[in-house]
């Protein structure tokens, strides 16, 4: 994934600075010259290859957002409906205060990396390949706790470089309750309500924090509804706001959350994952078929979701990996049917 932040340094500022410069040079050189020919053939190239920071290839497309959350997002109508207006209020303010922060919760997949794809998807015309978009996953990118000082400078250089390069970018931070406090804590800056920092607005980036960290308290709650006799497609974000702030906001045991991003509400919007149940399951192996090019065939959708472990122990009804490695076990199953 080319947006992805593999290394620090040198690679990286030039990884930032190779488009930006092309970007800006070519443009007015171009269309300065009023050149055809080779000039512009060379142009085409360019930007057939490399993305620009411009609307030609960031665009927010509101419709194809809802589309793909009620099409291909399944069992999760309250992350999709916050979701939605989360991004429409977002996109279409031209002035806003403070970069978007969504934080998104619940038990391993579920969809939360799924959903930061057809946000970026629906924005960005290269989608998760854009330079624009940068991913972090916690024990990958910030391994060791004595590296926590060059950790931090690093991630402020490569924040405020990639947003002075582009201001709509958008950083994904996966795995936030494996981060070390320190490092959320420089986040803060750039996600605050601050016109400029260092004559750099922060305004138009989006940053999504991902984590497990209250995915069993959700669950509870989906539990206790089902108990009760209610609907799941019944339950409200107000049903499980209080789950969320209980183990996020007063859990000491998640070092992570005692840091100022929370004491100072920079998060706009935590956005509860439901646990997924078998009929999602089955969904998410139709739907990969589809990816995949196969014939719809439900008999192996059903194989699939019969192969996942359910909990809890007594009544099987949550997928224990939601709708995770269903693409090996459908090639395993087409193969030995
Ligand atoms: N709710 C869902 N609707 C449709 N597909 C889903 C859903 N949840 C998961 N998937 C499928 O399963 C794959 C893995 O899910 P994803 O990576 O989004 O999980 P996650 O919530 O980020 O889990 P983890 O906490 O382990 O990182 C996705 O790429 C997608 O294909
Ligand atoms: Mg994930």
């Not at 209020?89 to 403070?98: I, R, T």
């Not at 939360?112 to 940068?134: P, R, T």
């Not at 004559?199 to 989006?206: D, H, L, Y």
Request: net charge positive.
């Amino acid at each position: 994934m080319s947006g992805t932040c593999k290394t620090f340094g040198f690679v990286l500022t030039c990884y930032i600075l190779i488009p930006t410069v092309a970007c800006q040079l070519f443009t007015p050189v171009v269309f300065g010259m009023g050149a055809a020919g080779a000039a512009s053939i060379v142009w085409r190239v360019y930007k057939y290859y490399y993305e620009c920071c411009s609307s030609k290839w960031i665009a927010f497309n509101s419709t194809g957002l809802n589309v793909d959350l009620k099409q291909r997002l399944f069992g999760q109508h309250v992350a999709s409906r916050v979701v939605l207006n989360a991004m429409k209020g977002f996109m279409n303010n031209n002035n806003n205060k403070k970069p978007l922060v969504l934080s998104l919760h619940g038990l391993t997949g579920t969809g939360k990396n799924f959903v930061s794809q057809l946000i970026a998807e629906n924005i960005y015309k290269k989608g998760m390949d854009s330079s624009f978009i940068h991913q972090f996953v916690a024990t990958v990118h910030f391994p060791h706790k004595s590296k926590i000082n060059t950790y931090k400078s690093q991630l402020q250089r490569w924040i405020k470089g990639n947003v002075t390069n582009c201001p709509q970018s958008m950083f994904i931070f996966d795995e936030m309750d494996k981060m070390h406090p320190g490092l959320i804590d420089t986040i803060k800056p750039y996600v605050d309500y601050y016109k400029e920092i260092d004559g750099v607005s922060f305004n138009q980036a989006i940053f999504i924090f991902l984590s497990n960290a209250g995915g069993e308290m959700i669950t509870e709650v989906v539990l206790d509804f089902r108990r009760s006799g209610k609907d799941r497609a019944d339950i409200t974000l107000k049903d499980l706001e209080k789950a969320l702030s209980l183990s996020i906001f007063n859990n000491k045991e998640s070092g992570f959350w005692h840091t100022s991003l929370i004491d100072k509400n920079l998060v706009d919007f935590f956005i509860p994952f439901l646990p997924l149940e078998y009929q999602h399951v089955v969904q998410c192996g139709m739907a990969e078929m589809a990816t995949k090019g196969l014939k719809p065939n439900h008999t192996l959708a059903d194989l699939v979701a019969k192969d996942m472990i359910y909990f809890p122990k007594s009544e099987k009804i949550f997928s224990s990996k939601g709708c995770k490695s269903i693409s090996s076990k459908l090639d395993f199953y087409r193969d030995h049917a």
